[in-house]
């Protein structure tokens, strides 16, 4: 069964800094990866996915994620934060076969102080 | 295309009452899905749909909980008996299943308290 680890609880950050949040999963196979962003009070907003081909992945917002197969993780990171990035990151993972359930991790709260 | 809705943004009821949730998917999406989401954990799979025919649902999903989503438009989620440990952030997502086009969009959720 897969699951996925989110290493840090909390990331404090001054703004313009750049972060990395950690991901790793655990999976007997192939699978897909997620990252969303909550804001206070909403539902979660899909920043970037990885499913294959480059491991280098973009999204939205200046965020993107590198997917190492060998080290099983997805780690997201973006150059320069804003205090608007403030927010809960979560890391998710789907099989490929059964897309339609997502397993996410704990989550991680990313603070960006001015 | 106004997203995922869903209501109420907010309950708040007695233990042992029944509650029932709504969700409005994007209106082309033929798969929905429930998600629950405790304080300081991620969401959890509750139960998924494809049009009106429920084909999954997570043992996390006792039979107090109920979901349905006639005519394969909105949905429901109804809570009976109402526990305090049902308080919690029900997040409903739609997704098109379309070859390589993995990603759901969520609703806001409604958030349960149960007292």
């Known amino acids: 069964a897969q699951s996925v680890t989110q290493l840090d609880s909390q990331v404090p950050v001054f703004e313009e800094a750049p972060v990395e949040l950690r991901c790793n999963y655990s999976?007997?196979?192939?699978?897909?990866l997620f990252w969303y962003v909550q804001y206070p009070n909403q539902g979660l907003q899909l920043l970037l996915k990885?499913?294959?081909?480059?491991?280098l992945v973009k999204g939205i917002n200046g965020f993107e994620a590198e997917f190492n197969k060998s080290q099983t993780s997805f780690h997201l990171r973006k150059p320069s934060v804003h205090i608007s990035d403030t927010a809960e990151y979560f890391c998710?993972?789907?099989?490929?076969?059964?897309?339609?359930?997502?397993?996410f991790g704990t989550g991680t709260r990313l603070q960006v102080f001015p | 295309d106004t997203g995922v809705s869903q209501n109420p943004r907010h309950k708040i009821t007695k233990r042992g009452q029944n509650v029932t949730f709504r969700c409005d998917p994007i209106?082309?999406?033929?798969?929905l899905y429930w998600y629950r989401q405790t304080l300081g954990q991620g969401p959890e799979f509750l139960t998924y749909?494809?049009?009106?025919?429920?084909?999954?649902k997570s043992r996390l999903l006792s039979d107090r909980f109920s979901a349905e989503r006639p005519k394969g438009s909105f949905s429901t989620l109804e809570i009976q008996r109402t526990e305090q440990g049902d308080s919690a952030m029900y997040l409903c997502?739609?997704?098109?299943?379309?070859?390589?086009?993995?990603?759901?969009?969520f609703g806001s959720g409604t958030r349960l308290t149960v007292v």
């Open positions: 999976s007997s196979v192939s699978v897909y």
């Open positions: 209106s082309e999406h033929n798969r």
């Open positions: 997502a739609s997704s098109l299943r379309d070859g390589g086009d993995y990603g759901y969009t």
């Open positions: 749909f494809q049009n009106e025919a429920q084909l999954e």
């Open positions: 990885y499913l294959s081909g480059s491991t």
């Open positions: 998710a993972v789907s099989d490929p076969l059964n897309t339609d359930k997502l397993i």
